[in-house]
């Protein structure tokens, strides 16, 4: 960080210095076509990171019918400035892009948001206390829904269907744990499944059982879908309804563009993408309420009707919604000890992880949808399961030849030593949540043994140093949407109750992380033409901090989404 701020200072330092005489990152007509140079906003008095290389920092930006016209320091654009221009004086403080966060479940969040809350509890009896307030309030019959539990807080002990029927006689109930990996359903929902001592496994998926063969009410992975299919649809109001509350919550934390990879886990259902984007994403367009942009990534299986939709719309739907690509699951969590690994979990000497979808389906599903030109992203987090995807990637490029691919693997948690090497060779993004480091410290040197822990946990300067594409999210709602968190967390890597840094050497620079969260990641899905820095044509989307020193972005609470812009138009607050 001190470099970085070294940097900033000199560059800043020099920009002032030289710019009136030589004025940088001019508008490119190619780019704007308008008859009239005046803008509609002037952003002065600020400290502003561009992302762009060409002028990193700058005092000033010029902003016209939604785009960015031309950034320096306030002589070079004072000219722009009209009766119909809005000035806004900032007074020193910091103006970065707007963030884009590269992996959440919009809806899903969305959704979360109006439902049993178990995020960051600690005792048993508080989660149990939270669904018998739930009871309370909901009908006899309906379905308790929740989530965000994680047993690592509270010692390990996986709940079982036993905690909470007693106080759910007369209603189901289904808690997926905080990764999406694992739920808890108590015995009127599995009752209702159909789960029993006889029912088997099925394939990529684990019934938790006790020893007599009885579930526990614990399902892992695809064995979810025995009991998902019996929760009723939520109605198109209540995802609308979930998407604006999301949408809200994207931009009090900085967050303009997310990429969406939808309602889409083991388990569920392939059709669920494509109703919210039937019936929440193009109905949210067409009436004018879509207040993120968003890039939306659908389930692999279904790459042939993506493919036909680009060819009848485009990529570009409209200046909120991008059609992304498809996505695919290798393996499950390590929270649910179900990612795959090449040597056992320490906790369970049996026990590698799961395969959720088999090698032959992905490697010809793959293979169709990059003949079509879709942009592939599958879902790794064990070292197995990763070295698995990158040898399928290799063989996929081997047969449909060279091109400007951008593969993703979402999350590459925990890698084996030469793996990050491979990310850069064959210029895979690696899709990736710096919070969840924050949950994994504890229980991944549990799970998998100090030494396996501290060599391939979360390998973020590893994967930059070998030419690796990151790209940062949250994984929302398995986390907050957080990116100033984020940033502390990639430069730091100090988890809660800890005195030093889990893993220093893979710590990044305040730069590197803050690219992770603009320009990296529109790369990493084809949207750096128009999004990811503050340069002249892209869209004007900004974020104003609380504070004039980078020394206070990363520091412990100190730092704050003071506004949030899209287009050049306060979002936020």
Request: net charge negative.
């Amino acid at each position: 960080m001190n470099n970085f701020l070294t940097v900033v200072s000199a560059s800043v330092a020099v920009v002032l210095a030289i710019i009136a005489s030589l004025p940088l990152l001019k508008p490119n007509h190619q780019l704007l076509s308008w008859t009239s140079p005046m803008a509609d906003l002037v952003v002065r008095n600020a400290k502003i990171y561009t992302s762009d290389e060409s002028l990193p920092f700058a005092d000033s930006m010029a902003v016209r019918s939604g785009r960015v016209l031309q950034v320096g320091n306030y002589s070079s654009i004072k000219d722009m400035v009209g009766d119909g221009t809005k000035e806004l004086d900032l007074m020193g403080k910091i103006v970065v892009p707007g963030f884009i966060d590269s992996h959440v479940h919009l809806i899903s969040g969305g959704l979360q948001m109006a439902r049993v809350k178990l995020r960051g509890i600690s005792q048993k009896d508080e989660f149990v206390r939270r669904v018998k307030e739930a009871v309370r309030n909901a009908n006899q019959g309906s379905w308790i829904l929740g989530g965000g539990w994680n047993n690592d807080l509270w010692g390990g002990e996986l709940p079982m269907a036993s905690w909470v029927d007693d106080i759910t006689p007369y209603n189901p109930v289904w808690l997926s744990r905080m990764d999406g990996h694992m739920g808890l359903a108590n015995s009127v929902a599995l009752k209702l499944a159909g789960i029993t001592t006889s029912s088997e496994d099925p394939s990529g998926g684990t019934i938790v059982r006790f020893t007599s063969g009885e579930p526990t009410g614990l399902l892992i992975d695809s064995a979810m879908k025995l009991l998902l299919i019996s929760i009723p649809e939520v109605s198109a109001e209540e995802r609308r309804e979930a998407l604006s509350r999301a949408s809200n919550h994207a931009l009090m934390r900085g967050v303009t563009t997310v990429v969406d990879v939808g309602r889409y886990f083991p388990g569920t259902s392939v059709k669920l993408s494509w109703e919210d984007f039937s019936d929440v994403y193009k109905w949210a367009d067409s009436s004018g309420k879509m207040m993120i942009r968003v890039c939306l990534f659908f389930p692999l299986e279904t790459w042939l009707q993506l493919h036909n939709l680009i060819t009848k719309v485009g990529r570009t739907m409209s200046q909120w919604i991008y059609l992304g690509g498809v996505k695919a699951f290798a393996d499950g969590s390590l929270g649910s000890n179900s990612a795959l690994f090449y040597e056992p979990y320490a906790d369970e000497p049996h026990n590698y992880g799961l395969q959720v979808t088999d090698n032959e389906s992905l490697l010809n599903l793959t293979l169709a949808s990059d003949r079509v030109g879709l942009q592939v992203a599958i879902h790794a987090i064990g070292d197995r399961a990763n070295d698995l995807i990158l040898d399928m990637y290799e063989s996929v490029f081997s047969t449909n030849g060279v091109r400007d691919r951008r593969f993703r693997i979402e999350h590459a948690q925990h890698l084996a030593p030469e793996t990050p090497a491979r990310f850069g060779k064959l210029g895979i993004v690696a899709s990736v949540q710096p919070e969840h480091l924050l949950d994994d410290a504890e229980s991944a040197t549990k799970k998998l043994g100090i030494d396996r822990a501290q060599k391939g946990s979360y390998l973020f300067r590893s994967l930059l140093a070998s030419n690796g594409q990151l790209a940062f999210g949250s994984d929302w709602p398995v986390a907050d949407i957080n990116p100033l968190g984020g940033i502390k967390t990639a430069m730091k890597r100090i988890p809660p109750g800890w005195d030093i840094a889990w893993i220093p050497s893979e710590t990044l620079s305040l730069n590197d992380a803050l690219k992770a969260y603009t320009l990296s990641a529109a790369r990493a899905c084809f949207l750096d033409s128009d999004l990811g820095s503050l340069s002249p044509g892209k869209l004007a989307d900004f974020v104003i901090l609380s504070r004039d020193s980078w020394d206070d972005v990363t520091a412990e609470g100190s730092t704050s989404i003071e506004a949030t812009y899209v287009g050049g138009v306060q979002a936020y607050p």
